[in-house]
């Protein structure tokens, strides 16, 4: 037989062959579509005629078979199970990312032998991953991140030598991390984040050589850090962060000289930061907060010339904070709140000239702030609280004019507050409580107009009230209880229209509450207690000399949750904006002089737990809308002349433990006594007890 006519009967039986696998392509692909969810065979439209060559998706080699399936955020909804993967021998690529697939992946996924791509993340697919992906051998990438998988990964996944990236991350994989893994020496990515996986990490990680990027943060990983992490030479990002970790740092950590973000935090991690540390050159995040981490900072963190961020914070270091943290002039964050650091802030944090959030909070610092603090152009956030820090508010802290938030509360400071401080025009918010500052507060203060928490509490502040403060538009929290304040509440305080929260109790106020309180709709807490107050207020001030009229604007924005004006000389109607405050959780108006129509002056309040109206001259009749405050513990309306029938509505309210009505004109109601939600009342007056034949009841 001739030799030509070998090969032309070679060329056609490859021709037969070529044909009848396209044939097989396409009725396999065409079944698979008809399977897959109405909406979804929309967006396949070009999947008719024979030749798949030209569908959406699909790329083929001169031969005519597939090569590449890549239907990647398609919005396709349905299962592989149609899909027969025998029919593609050629297949090298598989890509369909970000679709609504569900249901297992089929073992049978195990046939695509040419297979060096398999993304089928962002899908809904459950189940196990099939021991069959073994077979893959050819496979560099492979990402089935963001399904519901679950069970173990397969220890098969260590035969795929060609595997470059790996990512199985934010599934529900459980069990440990096959040791088979170590033979993976061409992995570069392992992400495996976001799993139930637990046991101890493999020593067998460390024979990864070409890793560069690992993360197994967010499972339930135990035990320590192997040392042989040590060997990973090129890696770039280590996260272990959020697992149960436990024992020291290994010292073989400052042999990734590679290495660019090394993330420990929410482990039980505890020895000291080793000093080999210092090697990580190329370092610029060290995220190693929330453990049990002790002893002292080591200097050689001073050596992390390329460190933005350092988080140290909620561990048990001592010590001082080390001079050569000075060196770090890329930080832009330190955090190392609530540990036990002492001695003083050194000058050196001066130096930190990209720094924009300092944390020092919860430590036993002591001494005053360097005056090097006004260098730090860029600090959005300073907070010092919870320390032994003492001496002045240096004038520099004025310099930091990006300053945002300032933090200085509970520790030793004295002295006045700068006047510097009205520089800082984009500070929302300032603590200085629960020091011993003493003085004026400064008329500057009302140059922060972008100030939204302004608490001064707990200090020896003297002198009125600035009237500056009424700048502060964006203001919601003022606190200044507990000072010497004196003079009167000024007029202005009624220009601060986002005020929420307003404390000036326990001071020397004097004079009366200005009529500009009216003005404050968001208000929800006013505090004056323990002052000299006098004339007509409209908010907490019991035990006072005030007199005159509730104002009738009180509760216009309908945010008030707690009043009281107990015992003072009030007299008139209660406003008739008490039925806003739907939001109410306490009142008192007890010991007054209030009149005016019980009936029509309340509504309901699902909040509200405790109500004392009594000891006033509130007459007409109880509305059984009372029974609808389901809160409602303690309501006492006794000394009043309130008449007509007890709603017996009333023992709907069923938390309700104290209840007082006497000295009233009520009339029969002789079956209340009867019903158990009412007999089981803690305190209960002798009127309702004693409820029987009388037609009327008075005082």
């Known amino acids: 037989m001739a030799p030509s006519f070998l090969i032309l009967l070679l060329l056609q039986s490859l021709h037969a062959c070529t044909y009848s696998q396209r044939v097989n392509q396409t009725d396999s692909l065409l079944k698979w579509k008809t399977s897959l969810h109405y909406k979804s065979q929309t967006s396949l439209s070009s999947w008719v005629g024979d030749n798949p060559c030209s569908w959406v998706g699909i790329t083929c080699d001169k031969a005519g078979s597939i090569t ?59 189940g196990n991953i099939p021991s069959e992906i073994g077979l893959l051998t050819s496979l560099s990438l492979l990402s089935l ?19 470059k990236n790996v990512d199985l991350s934010n599934n529900s994989l459980s069990g440990s991390i096959p040791t088979s893994i170590g033979n993976l020496k061409n992995l570069s990515i392992l992400y495996l984040w976001k799993n139930n996986l637990s046991g101890s990490i493999p020593q067998e990680l460390g024979m990864l050589r070409s890793l560069s990027e690992l993360d197994l943060s967010r499972n339930n990983l135990s035990g320590p850090i192997p040392t042989s992490i040590g060997n990973l030479k090129n890696l770039s990002i280590l996260y272990l962060w959020k697992n149960k970790l436990s024992g020291s740092i290994p010292q073989e950590v400052g042999m990734l000289r590679s290495l660019s973000e090394l993330s420990l935090t929410g482990n039980n991690l505890s020895g000291p930061i080793p000093t080999s540390i210092g090697n990580l050159k190329n370092l610029s995040g060290l995220f190693l907060w929330k453990n049990n981490l002790f002893g002292s900072i080591p200097q050689e963190v001073g050596m992390l010339g390329s460190l933005s961020v350092l988080t140290l914070a909620i561990n048990n270091l001592s010590g001082p904070i080390p001079t050569s943290i000075g060196n770090l002039k890329n930080l832009f964050i330190l955090y190392l709140y609530e540990n036990k650091l002492s001695g003083s802030i050194p000058q050196e944090v001066g130096m930190l000239i990209s720094l924009r959030e300092l944390e020092l909070s919860s430590n036993n610092l002591s001494g005053p702030i360097p005056t090097s603090i006004g260098n730090l152009k860029n600090l959005s956030i300073l907070y010092l609280d919870e320390n032994k820090l003492s001496g002045s508010i240096p004038q520099e802290v004025g310099m930091l004019v990006s300053l945002s938030e300032l933090d200085l509360s509970s520790n030793n400071f004295s002295g006045p507050i700068p006047t510097s401080i009205g520089n800082l025009k984009n500070l929302s918010i300032l603590y200085l409580d629960e020091n011993k500052l003493s003085g004026s507060i400064p008329q500057e203060v009302g140059m922060l107009v972008s100030l939204s928490e302004l608490d001064l509490s707990s200090n020896n502040f003297s002198g009125p009230i600035p009237t500056s403060i009424g700048n502060l538009k964006n203001l919601s929290i003022l606190y200044l209880y507990e000072n010497k304040l004196s003079g009167s509440i000024p007029q202005e305080v009624g220009m601060l229209v986002s005020l929420s929260e307003l404390y000036l109790s326990s001071n020397n106020l004097s004079g009366p509450i200005p009529t500009s309180i009216g003005n404050l709709k968001n208000l929800s807490i006013l505090q004056l207690f323990h002052n000299s107050l006098s004339g007509s207020i409209p908010t907490s001030i019991g035990d006072n000399k005030l007199s005159g009229h509730i104002p009738e604007k009180l509760c216009l924005g309908g945010l008030l949750q707690n ?9 008139g109607p209660i406003p008739r904006s008490m039925r806003n405050c739907t939001n109410l959780v306490r009142l008192r108006l007890d010991g007054n002089q209030l009149t005016g129509n019980i009936s029509e002056q309340f509504a309901v309040y699902p909040n509200l737990n405790f109500i004392d109206l009594s000891h006033n001259n509130l007459y007409g009749e109880l509305s059984p809308k009372w029974g ?34 006497s000295s009233n004109h009520f009339t029969e109601t002789c079956h209340l006594w009867n019903n158990l939600t009412w007999q089981k009342m803690i305190s209960v007056d002798k009127f309702l007890q004693q409820l029987g034949s009388a037609r009327s009841y008075g005082t």
């Open 145 to 163: 991140y963001g399904n519901q998988l679950n069970g173990a990964i397969p220890k098969e996944i260590g035969i795929l030598e060609s595997l």
């Open 628 to 661: 609808q405050c389901h809160n409602l513990t303690s309501f006492q309306i006794s000394h009043n002349k309130i008449t007509g029938r007890i709603p017996v509505e009333l023992a709907q309210a069923t938390r309700l433990q104290r209840l007082n009505l």
């Open 563 to 571: 009043f009281s004006i107990a015992n003072n000389h009030l007299t």
């Open 68 to 126: 590449d399936l890549n239907l990647s955020s398609n919005g396709l909804k349905g299962t592989l199970h149609s899909l027969n993967f025998l029919a593609f021998p050629t297949l090298m690529e598989l890509r369909l990312s970000d679709n609504s697939l569900y249901g297992t992946i089929p073992s049978s996924i195990g046939r695509l032998s040419q297979l060096r791509v398999l993304y089928l993340d962002f899908n809904d697919f459950s």
